[in-house]
C-alpha cells in the first residue's frame, strides 16, 4: 500500500476516528486525510540472541496447504517492499545488549533559549536527530520572522543520518521541518497528531509529497541504524507527546521531551511511570529531561482544572460576548472552551489561521470533538446575539500581527472590541513577552473590555517534584539538563545533584557542544556550528548580525544621507551638498543645525579635493566622519551616515 504518511495503528480504528470527526466540522476546515495505516508487521526486536535448544524438525504438511501457505508468504514479502518503514518491534531490554563504544550527544538548538529545540545523537556512521523547532525572535532581532537551527554539521554528515524523530507537535519542535527538509530530506517519525500538523507545514512548503512520515503510538520501537528507539507516553499540554528511550550500543538514553505529570489528562491516558520505572531497573546511561520549570517547586496542576475555572468564568458572564485568547496548539484547552461554551449554550468562532489550521487537523483526527451546531463562522457572529458567543483566537502572546493584537489596535476587518466583552488570557507569558502581553491588555481595558488572566492556565512542564520523580524512577548514571534558559538547567543541575548524580556525571551544556559519553566517562569533547538561522520574509540566513546591527542604530538614532555632485575631471562641487533626514530630526525645526551640517560636509569636501584625494571611499570617510563629529557635538546623538557622490 504506498501513502504519504504509514502508521502502525489499526487501519479500522482510524477510519472511524475520521468518520466522527466529520460529523462536526464544516468543509472550509478539511484538513488533508487521516493519514493511511499498515497493520503491525512485528512484535519482536532483533538483539543478539541466547543460544536455544534445537529445535524438532517441522512437520510435513500437505501439497494444498504447503501451496497456501507459500501464496501468503509471497503477499507478505511484497506488502513489505511496498512500505519499507522501520517495522513497529517490540519492547527491548537493555540488558540483553551489551554496552560497547562512545556516544556523541549533539545540541544544536534548545539550550540557554526557549525554543528552537533539535539535538542529534551519533554513533559511528549513525546519526539519529530528535526535533526540529523554531525559535521567535526577540526584541532586538528587527524584521526578523523566525530563527531555525543551523545544521551545517549534519548537511556534512547527511549520509549518516538515519531519520528524525518527533516528540510532539509544539513550534518550537516542529517548525523548522520544512527549512531542514529542503536541505536533507529526511524520514520522519511522529505519533498521529503530531504527523498530523507536520503535514499542514510541509504542505504549506510544497513538501508534502517529498518527505516519507511514518506514524507511530506510544510503545511501538522503531529501528534506524545502530538506534532503537521507542515511543513513550507522556503529558503536555498538547496530546499524543511522547518520550523517547534511545537505545544505542554505548547504552541507554532517555529523552523526555516536553512533559509534565498528569494523572487526569482530558485525553488519552496518564504518563507511563512504570515504563520509566522498568527502563532505570535495567539501566539508563543518560537522562535529558525538560528544565523548563525547573525553578517552580512542588507539581504542575492537571489540565482539567482549567476546566473548572473556564466553567466558572462563563457563569460569571453571562452577558457579552467571551474571546479566549491561548496558544493555538493547546489542543486540550481548546476542547474545554468548546465543553464551556456548548454547557452554556454558547457558539463557537475560530480567528487566527494557525488557530484555524490546528483545530481542523485535531478534529479530523479525533483528538478534538465539536458538538453539532457548536461552530459558526466570524462573518455569522453578527447574526447571533452576544450573550451566545464564544471566540477563540489567538494573541495570548501579544504578537503583533495576532488576531487579538489586530482586534486590540482597532485593525482587525472582522472583529471589533465592545465594553461588554470578556477577554480572557488562557496562557501565561513565554519569557520576553511579559511587555508585548502587558500592552496587548492595556489597550483591551481602553476600550472598556473586561480582562481576565488569573487562574486561567496550568503549565505543561514538569515542576521540580515531578523532574525528581523521574530521576528516581530512571536512576540514570549522567544528567544532561535540555529545553531551557541558562538559569533553567542550572537549577535543574542542582536537582540532579541532590538525587545522588556526581558532579562529573551531570553537564550543563550549551548549543554546539560535542558530548561524548560511555560507561565508563563522560566529556565535552568539540563544537560544532549552532548560531541559529535568521528568517525574513523568504530569506533564509540572508540577514546576519551586520545587517541586525544596521537596523538597530537606525531603529534608536534615525539615518542622514549626504548627497554631493563633483566634476568628473577637476576638483570642484558642481552640486550640493544636500542633506536628507529621516528618523533624525524634523529639518523644518532644525534649520540651523542642517545648515551647519551642510556647511560642515562643504568644508570637508574641499579640503579634500585641494589635497588632491579624489578616491570615493576616502571622501565618504571624511564625509561620515566629520559629520559624525558635528552632530555628536551639537546633539550627542550618533546616526547613521550614508554619503553619496556622483560625478558630471
Not at 180 to 201: R, S
Not at 517 to 529: C, D, E, F, I, R
Request: hydrophobic share 35%.
Amino acid at each position: 500500500m504506498k501513502s504519504d504518511n504509514t502508521s502502525v495503528s489499526n487501519k479500522t480504528e482510524g477510519q472511524q476516528q475520521k468518520k466522527q470527526s466529520k460529523n462536526f466540522w464544516p468543509k472550509k476546515y478539511s484538513q488533508p486525510k487521516t493519514p493511511a495505516v499498515i497493520p503491525n508487521e512485528s512484535k519482536e526486536l532483533t538483539v543478539k540472541a541466547k543460544p536455544q535448544k534445537k529445535e524438532a524438525a517441522p512437520k510435513k504438511t500437505a501439497p494444498a496447504k504447503a501451496k497456501a501457505a507459500s501464496k501468503t508468504q509471497a503477499a507478505a514479502k511484497k506488502t513489505q517492499t511496498k512500505t519499507a518503514a522501520p517495522k513497529a518491534q517490540g519492547r527491548p531490554r537493555t540488558t540483553q545488549r551489551r554496552n560497547t563504544g562512545t556516544v556523541k550527544i549533539i545540541p544544536l538548538g534548545g539550550l540557554g533559549q526557549i525554543g528552537m529545540n533539535i539535538t542529534a545523537f551519533e554513533y559511528n556512521n549513525n546519526i539519529l536527530i530528535v526535533d526540529c523547532g523554531v525559535a521567535f525572535p526577540d526584541d532586538e532581532m528587527l524584521g526578523i520572522d523566525l530563527v531555525i537551527p543551523d545544521v551545517t554539521y549534519l548537511k556534512e554528515n547527511a549520509k549518516k543520518i538515519k531519520g528524525l524523530v518527533i516528540t510532539h507537535g509544539h513550534e518550537d519542535h516542529i517548525g523548522a521541518i520544512p527549512y531542514i527538509e529542503k536541505q536533507l530530506n529526511i524520514p520522519v517519525y511522529a505519533t498521529k497528531l503530531t504527523m498530523g500538523l507536520i503535514d499542514n507545514k510541509l504542505k504549506e512548503h510544497g513538501l508534502l509529497k517529498q518527505v516519507k512520515k511514518t506514524v507511530v503510538k506510544h510503545g511501538d520501537v522503531i529501528k534506524l541504524g545502530v538506534f532503537t528507539v521507542e515511543f513513550i507516553k507522556t503529558n503536555h499540554s498538547i496530546a499524543d507527546a511522547a518520550a523517547l528511550a534511545i537505545h544505542t550500543p554505548a547504552g541507554l538514553i532517555i529523552h523526555t521531551g516536553d512533559f509534565k505529570i498528569d494523572h487526569t489528562p482530558l485525553f488519552g491516558e496518564a504518563i507511563d511511570l512504570a515504563r520509566f520505572a522498568e527502563l532505570g531497573r535495567e539501566g539508563v546511561l543518560a537522562l535529558m529531561a525538560d528544565s523548563t520549570n525547573a525553578e517552580r517547586p512542588g507539581y504542575t496542576q492537571s489540565e482539567k482544572n482549567v476546566g473548572k475555572t473556564l466553567d466558572s468564568l462563563f457563569a460569571a458572564h453571562p452577558k457579552g460576548r467571551i474571546l479566549v485568547a491561548t496558544f493555538a496548539s493547546n489542543v486540550d484547552r481548546v476542547q474545554q472552551i468548546i465543553n464551556s461554551a456548548y454547557k452554556h449554550g454558547r457558539k463557537v468562532a475560530v480567528e487566527g489561521r494557525s488557530m484555524v489550521n490546528i483545530i481542523a487537523t485535531a478534529s479530523e483526527l479525533g483528538y478534538i470533538k465539536i458538538p453539532k451546531n457548536t461552530l459558526i463562522e466570524t462573518d455569522q457572529m453578527r447574526n447571533v446575539p452576544d450573550d451566545q458567543i464564544v471566540m477563540i483566537t489567538t494573541g495570548s502572546q501579544g504578537e503583533t500581527m495576532a488576531a487579538l493584537s489586530r482586534m486590540a489596535n482597532g485593525t482587525h476587518r472582522k472583529v471589533s472590541i465592545k465594553p461588554t466583552d470578556t477577554i480572557v488570557f488562557s496562557s501565561s507569558p513565554i519569557p520576553g513577552n511579559e511587555k508585548n502581553v502587558s500592552n496587548i491588555m492595556n489597550e483591551l481595558a481602553m476600550k472598556g473590555a473586561k480582562v481576565v488572566f488569573q487562574d486561567t492556565h496550568v503549565s505543561g512542564h514538569a515542576c521540580r517534584e515531578e523532574i525528581r520523580l523521574i530521576y528516581a524512577l530512571t536512576k540514570p548514571q549522567y544528567a544532561i539538563p535540555v529545553h531551557g534558559e541558562y538559569r533553567h538547567l542550572v537549577r535543574h543541575s542542582e536537582l540532579a545533584l541532590e538525587m545522588g548524580i556526581p558532579k562529573e556525571n551531570v553537564f550543563v551544556m550549551e548549543e554546539g557542544d560535542v558530548l561524548e559519553l560511555n560507561k565508563k566517562a563522560g566529556k565535552v569533547t568539540g563544537k560544532v556550528p549552532a548560531q541559529g538561522i535568521l528568517v525574513d520574509g523568504l530569506g533564509i540566513g540572508d540577514v546576519g548580525n551586520i545587517v541586525l546591527n544596521d537596523r538597530r542604530q537606525l531603529s534608536q538614532n534615525g539615518l542622514i544621507i549626504v548627497t554631493v555632485t563633483l566634476e568628473k575631471h577637476g576638483n570642484s562641487i558642481l552640486a550640493g551638498p544636500d542633506i536628507v533626514s529621516r528618523g533624525f530630526v524634523y529639518v523644518r525645526e532644525s534649520e540651523s543645525l542642517m545648515e551647519g551640517a551642510r556647511q560642515v560636509v562643504e568644508d570637508a569636501v574641499e579640503g579634500c579635493l585641494t589635497k588632491n584625494i579624489t578616491d570615493w571611499g576616502k571622501l565618504k570617510s571624511c564625509i561620515r566622519d566629520t559629520l559624525s563629529n558635528y552632530i555628536w557635538k551639537k546633539t550627542k546623538r550618533d546616526p547613521m551616515i550614508l554619503p553619496i557622490i556622483t560625478e558630471v
